[in-house]
């Protein structure tokens, strides 16, 4: 690779840092399959429990 294109390809790779930073558009945080379950079953929980009052 040369002088010039090892230079340039640097470069991209700073702005396209930059750029990522600025985003405010991300994904969102995984959530593991055991996990989404266990938030199922206490919304679950918390739903039989809520009429019975």
């Not at 750029?19 to 593991?32: E, G």
């Not at 379950?37 to 429990?49: E, K």
């Amino acid at each position: 690779m040369n002088r010039r294109k090892k230079g340039i390809q640097i470069l991209k790779a700073r702005a396209k840092k930059s750029n990522a930073k600025l985003s405010t558009q991300s994904k969102p945080k995984y959530i593991s399959k055991a996990d989404r379950a266990l938030s199922v079953a206490q919304a679950f929980d918390n739903a039989t429990l809520a009429p019975e009052e």
